[in-house]
């Protein structure tokens, strides 16, 4: 992004420098759990200390992201360029159910037109796997996640236009 976008770089390096910051604070949490998942003494509170602490990191890096730089994206590279991306990165390396997961998250809470165009993106085949056998799941996996917490009342926020 950076090479077709100069007056990126500081954001890209911001957001590069929260990933370092990010990373460590994971570990913890993944011991906490493993160690609540065991019955460790001590293990539940150690779990809500790790999770505050990934929370301060994680939770402004996520808002500097769509607010700032997903607002970048479409003046800084072509949709050709951002779908061979999005091909390599988030959909090759990943299995059909994880797919699922991240493809129902991404629409849950959409508007019918910003639905409509995301799940258009999908190829046919993989489109109705993904909307008509593994929705089912993730539908009442995520209104549980949501169900009760300060996340719930938060719309999905719109897809911009092509300009």
Same mark, same amino acid.
């Given at each position: 992004? !950076? +090479?077709?976008?100069?007056?990126?770089?500081?954001?890209?390096?911001?957001?590069?420098?929260?990933?370092?910051?990010?990373?460590?604070?994971?570990?913890?949490?993944?011991?906490?759990?493993?160690?609540?998942?065991?019955?460790?003494? @001590?293990?539940?509170?150690?779990?809500?200390?790790?999770?505050? %602490?990934?929370?301060? !990191?994680?939770?402004?890096?996520?808002?500097?992201?769509?607010?700032?730089?997903?607002?970048?994206?479409?003046?800084?590279?072509?949709?050709? *360029?951002?779908?061979? $991306?999005? +091909?390599?990165?988030?959909?090759?390396? #990943?299995?059909? +159910? *994880?797919? @699922? #997961?991240? @493809?129902? $998250?991404?629409?849950? @809470?959409? /508007?019918?037109?910003?639905?409509?165009?995301?799940?258009?993106?999908?190829?046919?085949?993989?489109?109705?796997?993904?909307?008509?056998?593994?929705?089912?799941?993730? %539908?009442? /996996?995520?209104?549980?996640? $949501?169900?009760?917490?300060?996340?719930?009342?938060?719309?999905?926020?719109?897809?911009?236009?092509?300009?």
């Amino acid at each position: 992004m !950076v +090479q077709c976008n100069p007056d990126a770089a500081p954001l890209v390096e911001r957001m590069n420098a929260d990933h370092r910051t990010i990373e460590p604070a994971i570990a913890p949490v993944e011991e906490a759990a493993r160690d609540l998942r065991a019955d460790h003494p @001590g293990s539940g509170e150690a779990l809500g200390a790790a999770l505050s %602490r990934l929370s301060e !990191v994680l939770l402004p890096h996520l808002e500097r992201e769509e607010r700032e730089m997903m607002t970048l994206v479409p003046t800084s590279i072509t949709d050709a *360029q951002w779908r061979a $991306w999005d +091909q390599e990165f988030s959909i090759e390396p #990943k299995g059909m +159910q *994880q797919l @699922g #997961k991240e @493809g129902n $998250w991404l629409i849950d @809470g959409l /508007d019918d037109s910003s639905r409509d165009h995301v799940v258009h993106l999908v190829p046919p085949v993989p489109r109705f796997v993904l909307l008509r056998i593994l929705d089912i799941r993730h %539908r009442h /996996d995520f209104a549980a996640l $949501w169900k009760g917490t300060d996340a719930a009342p938060i719309p999905s926020q719109p897809i911009p236009k092509a300009a």
